[in-house]
């Protein structure tokens, strides 16, 4: 059995992994490929998996296991059924140790982690670099393919606290509640007021970028704070070998970098609260994908506070009566 099993970190590195992999039985371990990209991305994460991955790894498509959305949104949270079904489907039972990358090296692969974390199940990691970071380290991978054995999995529950649907957030607004709050009587000094951290670019935050997705205005919810995910992370170039080939990756930056970041976003003062359970943060994006690299490097750091809004800008942006500020506040 893993040693992970108590204690079962966030992150693990390809050492770790290989480690896993030579100490649990197939049916204690599975690893999941959860690559995803852009829409305006030319890659397609099936293809990419069918042609290489790591062996023995399945294929988690985080569209595919999701709830349907009124608005057509993907990779919305799914409900504890489908999660269910999918975990059986792919051989998961409660105690598995999944084992979660993806081909960017750290982009999809949280929010697939913060998925299954949300639904209680806590032996689950992230392969630090994905797949590049797997290669680099000697790992092999190729397109082998093995028989899933089905497992079961009872629906589990979902932990409320670690997700901010529209429903909420919207009334919320309009309530002039704690939450989402967007209008003056704002009140950043009451550690009531949760902080909503934006991961997408600069330029999209202050609305001076255009969005990816078409028909999309950008800018950012009032009073929330620009915390690109890419602070959150290191790019590393490294050369395969015996081929020569050149990759780039990305993994998850230094706690020190991590707290630099977070004080840098949200200044010492809020940065110290935010640590020490004083003040809630939630975490956004585009669609609510990269914010789950926001939520990760939180749990790295220990915040216990953390939510995660599932529709994230998408949603937001695209519903009527939604206040939208551009530039600096």
């Known amino acids: 059995m ?68 009124e608005l057509g949104l993907k990779h919305m949270l799914p409900t504890p059924e489908i999660f269910a079904k999918a975990c059986e489907e792919l051989g998961i039972s409660r105690s598995s140790h999944v084992v979660l990358y993806d081909t960017t090296g750290v982009f999809s692969s949280p929010r697939a982690l913060y998925m299954f974390r949300a639904f209680g199940h806590k032996r689950s990691s992230i392969l630090d ?28 529950q979902l932990d409320v606290d670690a997700v901010r649907s529209k429903v909420k957030s919207l009334k919320d607004i309009e309530a002039q509640s704690n939450e989402f709050v967007t209008n003056s009587a704002f009140d950043p000094s009451s550690p009531e007021t ?58 998850l930056a230094t706690n020190k970098q991590l707290l630099a970041a977070l004080e840098e976003a949200l200044g010492a003062e809020y940065a110290k609260d935010v640590l020490a359970g004083k003040r809630g943060v939630v975490t956004s994006c585009g669609s609510g994908m990269t914010a789950g690299v926001l939520w990760l490097g939180l749990q790295v750091l220990g915040v216990e506070r953390v939510g995660l809004y599932d529709e994230s800008w998408t949603g937001y942006a695209a519903r009527e009566g939604s206040l939208i500020v551009k530039g600096e506040q």
């Open 2 to 69: 893993s040693s992970f099993v108590d204690n079962c970190p966030y992150v693990l590195s390809p050492r770790q992994l290989q480690n896993l992999k030579d100490e649990t039985s197939e049916d204690g371990l599975t690893i999941l490929d959860v690559s995803w990209h852009m829409p305006n991305s030319p890659r397609n994460a099936l293809q990419d998996y069918t042609q290489k991955h790591i062996p023995g790894a399945l294929r988690l498509d985080l569209d595919e296991v999701a709830s349907p959305h």
């Open 129 to 156: 670099g994905g797949l590049p970071n797997w290669l680099a380290h000697g790992g092999m991978a190729g397109p082998q393919f093995a028989p899933v054995p089905k497992a079961e999995y009872d629906p589990p």
């Open 194 to 251: 949760e902080l909503v951290l934006d991961a997408r670019s600069r330029g999209r935050f202050l609305g001076t970028d255009p969005e990816p997705r078409p028909g999309l205005p950008s800018g950012h919810i009032p009073h929330s704070r620009s915390l690109p995910f890419t602070s959150f992370l290191q790019q590393n170039e490294v050369t395969l070998q015996p081929s020569g080939e050149k990759i780039t990756f990305s993994t």
